[in-house]
C-alpha cells in the first residue's frame, strides 16, 4: 500500500535506513519496542502452545508426579472416548448449523435495512434503518455468560418467560417444559441463544459491505427489470462473497469452541451430554481431574478441528468460484 | 479502505429524494418493517423482562413471569451488590480491563510500528505467528499457560490475570493497527527524522497521533472482547476475592440453583450489563465505524 502511495519510495529509504548509524536511541528503540511484546507473547502465548504439543504426548497427572512419553496413546484412547466423540460431534453440528442460520438471519435482515425502502428508481434505504441497526447490536455488547444466563431463565420451566408466554398463545403443551433440560431441544435451543447473540454484529458488517456497492450496480438491475429479491440474491450475496466468507469462519470458530454459552446454559453438558462441547470435556478433564496430558491432546484435537474447519471453508469458496469470477460475469 | 466505504454508505441513503410511491414498494417497505420490528422485539424483550425480574422477590420470580413487579425491589440491587460481591468483581474488573487495555494498546502500537515500518530480519516470521496467535484456539494453551503463570508465582493473581490478558489481545491488536502504520505517509518519518527527532520521538510525537483513528477501533473491541473474558479467569484466576464480572456472575448462578435469592441474580445481570449498554448507545456510531473498519480488512 505505502508503496504504491509513493513511487519509488519504498527501495530508497531502506536504503538510507541501512546507512544510518547504530545510535542509542535507535537501539534503545528496538530492544524496547520489540523486545517487551514479543517477550511477553513469546512467555504468554507461543510458549504454552508449544508446550501444550509435548504434554499431549505424555501421561502427566497431577500436580506432584512426573510425567512419561507415551506417544500417540492420549490419542489413541480419545478415538476411543465415547463421551469426547460425542461433543466432537456435537461441535461440528454447531460449526455447520450456527454460521449458516446466523450468516442467512444477518444477511436478510441487512438487505432488507438497505434496499427494503419503497419506492420506485433508485434503490434506497429503510426508514428508521438506524433504529434498527443499534437494536440487533445490542447482544454484541452483552457478555457472552450473561446471555447465557438471561436465556437460561427465560428456557426454565415454571418460572421461565417463554413456557408463559407459549401456554398463554393456548401452546399449552409447552406449560413447564424444560427446553434445556429435554435431549430433544436441549441443542437447539442453545444454538438459539449463540444465533441470538451473533446476528447483530454480522447484520451491522454486512449492512457496511451492501453499502459499499456502487448503487449504479443496483440502478441498472433495476432497469433491467430485477425485482428487489432478484436484486438481493444475484448482486448483494455475489458482492460480498468475501465478507460472507470471513464472517462465517469467524462464526465457525466461535461454534467450535462454544464454552461460554454451554457453560452457561448447561454446565454439565446438558441431557445425555446432547450439548456437551469439546473445551467443555477439556476445561473438566484438565482442571477437576487434573489429567492434563490427556487435555492438551483434547486441545490439539480442537485446534486440528478449527484449521480444517478453516481449511474446508477456503477450499469450498474457491471451488465455487471465488470472487473474481462472479464479479467478471455480471460485467 | 475505512472512509470509503463510510462515504459510500451515503449515496443510497441520501438517496431517498421524494418520488412517486409505487403499491410494489410499499408492500416490500412494510414487510420489511415486521420482519425487523419482530427482530427487535426478539432482542429488546428478553432484557426487558430481566430488568423486570430484578426488582421482583424471589416468590415473585418463582410465581407467574409474565407478571409486574409488585412494588420496585432495589434492595435486590444492594444485596447483589454487597452480598453477592458483584461490587468487589465489579471493582476487580475495572482494574484488570483497564491496566490490561493501556498495556496492550501500547504494547501492540509499538510492536506493530517496528514490523510495519521497518524492515528486518525475522520480520514477516514475526508478524505471522502473531498471527498464527490469533487464530488457535485458546483451549489449546490453557493447561501449559496455567503452569506458566504457577512458575511465575502469577496464578491466582490481578498481575497474572492483567498480563495474560494483554498476551493474549496482543495478536489482533498488532495485527489490526499494523495496516494503520503502514498506511502512514514515509515523508512524515522523513521529514521528521530530518526535524532531528529520534526514534522515540518520532514515534510518541509523530507517529502515534496519527494513528489515533486505528487505535480508538481497536482499543474498543479490546475493551468489549476483555470486559466478556470468561476462560482465561476461569481457568487462571481461581480466587474468589479476585473474581471478574463474568466469572463471578457464573459463580453465582450456579449457587444460584436452589435456594438463592433471584431477585438479586437478575440485578447483578442488569448491574453487568447497564454500563456497558450505556456506553454503547453513547459510542454507538464510532462503534459501528470500528465494526465496518475491521470487516472489510
Known sequence: MTQEAEPGGGPKRSVTRRRR??????????????????????????????????????????????????????????????????????????????????????????TLVTIGGSGTGTVRGLKYAGFYRIVSFFPYVI??????????????????????????????????????????TAMPASMFVMIWGFVGFYMVLFIAAIRGIEPEVFEAARIDGAGR???????????????VQTAYIYLGIAALDAFVYMQALNPGGGPQNSTLVMPQQLFTTAFTKGQFGYSTAMGVVLAAVTMLFALVVFTVNALTGGRERKVKERR | MTTTTADRAEPVAASRAPR?????????????????ILWSLLVILPLVWTLLSSFKSTQEVLGNPLSLPGKLRFENYANAWTTAGIGRYFVNTVVVVGCALVLVM???????????????????????????????????????????????????????????????????TVFFLHSFFKALPGEIYEAAQIDGAGEWRTFFAVMLPMARPGMASVAIFNFLGLWNQFLLPVALNTDSKNYVLSQGMASFASQAGYAVDFGALFAAVVITVAPVLVVYIIFQRQLQVSVTAGGVK
Open chain 1, 21 to 110: 548509524p547504530l545510535t542509542f536511541d535507535r537501539a534503545s528503540f528496538m530492544v524496547v519496542f520489540l523486545g517487551l511484546p514479543l517477550a511477553v507473547f513469546v512467555i504468554f502465548v507461543v510458549s504454552p502452545f508449544v508446550q501444550a504439543l509435548w504434554y499431549s504426548l505424555t501421561d502427566w497427572s497431577g500436580f506432584t508426579s512426573g510425567m512419561n512419553f507415551v506417544g500417540f496413546d492420549n490419542y489413541v484412547k480419545l478415538f476411543h472416548d465415547d463421551i469426547f466423540l460425542k461433543a466432537v460431534r456435537n461441535n461440528i453440528l454447531l460449526a455447520i448449523v450456527v454460521p449458516i442460520v446466523t450468516i442467512v438471519l444477518a444477511l436478510t435482515l441487512a
Open chain 1, 143 to 184: 457478555p457472552a455468560i450473561v446471555i447465557g444466563l438471561i436465556w437460561a431463565q427465560v428456557f426454565t420451566p415454571g418460572s421461565g418467560v417463554l413456557d408463559a408466554v407459549l401456554s398463554k398463545i393456548g401452546l399449552h403443551q409447552f406449560e413447564n417444559y424444560a427446553w434445556l433440560g429435554d435431549a430433544r
Open chain 1, 229 to 243: 429479491f432478484r436484486s438481493a440474491v444475484s448482486i448483494t450475496v455475489p458482492l460480498i462473497r468475501d465478507n
Open chain 2, 20 to 36: 412517486q410511491r409505487a403499491p410494489e414498494g410499499r408492500g416490500v417497505a412494510t414487510t420489511a418493517h415486521v420482519a425487523l
Open chain 2, 106 to 172: 501500547i504494547l501492540g502500537a509499538m510492536c506493530a510500528y517496528v514490523l510495519a515500518r521497518f524492515t528486518f530480519p525475522g520480520n514477516r516470521l514475526i508478524y505471522y505467528s502473531m498471527l498464527a496467535g490469533l487464530t488457535f484456539p485458546v483451549f489449546l494453551a490453557i493447561v501449559p499457560l496455567f503452569f506458566v503463570l504457577k512458575n511465575l508465582s502469577l496464578l491466582n493473581t490481578l498481575p497474572g490475570l492483567i498480563i495474560t490478558y494483554v498476551a493474549f489481545a496482543l495478536p489482533f
